[in-house]
């Protein structure tokens, strides 16, 4: 079976189409800045050369027609109609959690939860109107991150709010649930005896999970995407008492809003950049706030990694994925300092030979707690559930 994944930002398109059950990626595609001008666009496919370009991709509609039919010029299928399911890494649909097949049902409650996943839930409803038109007898299946962490025991996921707000559905969800439950079910191949792990997901979007056994018990995202660790260009943990005071300062309640998710994080903070490889260059080269904004992510993480060293009753595994988990030396060994009493010992001449692109151990031989890099796998996380669903598996 083919079946396409598909990964989708504000303004950005990405997928793999894989051949299950087999799991060989066919084809890996990417399109940004849609619906801003020229948008760049790149298809690479399995035992042939690449092609690239841009395109004036008004939408997401307009992206996805693009890819479809270079996967056809590429020759890596004969018609779109070869394309035989789509799998969604879908964020937040409320109340539906797992990996269920997209009907009119579950697109009006991503619509209803829109409101708090504005990045992510739009863009998902865009495509999937998108694919039901260009490949109609294709299903599609929408893999929501919070069902990883169905599993954290609801004294972690309330919020000390009045009840009838529960009711509706205010709490702890997490997400980045393809992010760890790939890496809970990795280390379960690469260091089965690691029981207890903490997952930390660094990147654009950054969250850490407490992993007991292959099952998320404690997630640093609450509600919504907006929280937790902050991310690129997003608040993270904020105290909302603090929206009176700029009510007060005359600033509309939606602007505010709008700026909390997308002028804060590291480009809040540093006002240089919300890519933290940009703010760690401002930092070298002597601009105080960008250090302030390196230092403070530092400690976001740190907070939430003794955090879980406490739910778990410590860790056999603490593991870095994403782009920043995955690259960042600097900010692993920042995250890690300080940590010998809970066994975290960070070898640095390990630290600065992983790649990133490859698994890697940067503990000291002898370390109580094992350091790991492990580059994530979102995609093929939703290409098995999506199998699984259409197999009745799901």
Known sequence: MLILVANLGSTSFKYKLYAMPAERVLAVGAADRIGQGKSAWSVT???????????????HAAAIDLHLHKLVELGVIRSIQDVEAVGFKAVHGGPISGA???DEKVIATMEQFADVAPAHNPPYIAAMRAFEKELPGAPQVAAFETAFHQTIPMARQVYAIPWDWTQLGVRRYGFHGASHRYIATRMAQIDPSA????????????????IDHGKSVANSFGMTAQSGVFHNNRVGDFDTFALLKLAKDGQDLGAIFKRLGKEGGLLGISGVSPDMREVEKA???GNERARLAVEAFVETCRHYVGAYLAVLGGADAVVFTGGIGQF???????????????????DETKNQAASGKDEARIDVDGSKVRLWVVPT??????????AQVLSGRG
């Open 45 to 59: 496919a399995e035992g042939k050369q690449g092609i690239e370009g841009t395109a004036d991709l008004r939408d």
């Open 328 to 346: 960042g030396r600097a900010i692993r060994s920042a995250i890690c300092a300080r940590m010998d009493y809970a066994g975290l010992r960070l």
């Open 283 to 285: 930092a070298d080269a």
């Open 195 to 210: 029981g207890h792990v903490i997952s930390c997901h660094l990147g654009g979007s950054c969250s850490i999970t407490a």
């Open 100 to 102: 269920v097949r997209v």
């Open 377 to 386: 796998n979102e995609e093929l996380i939703v290409a098995r559930q999506t």
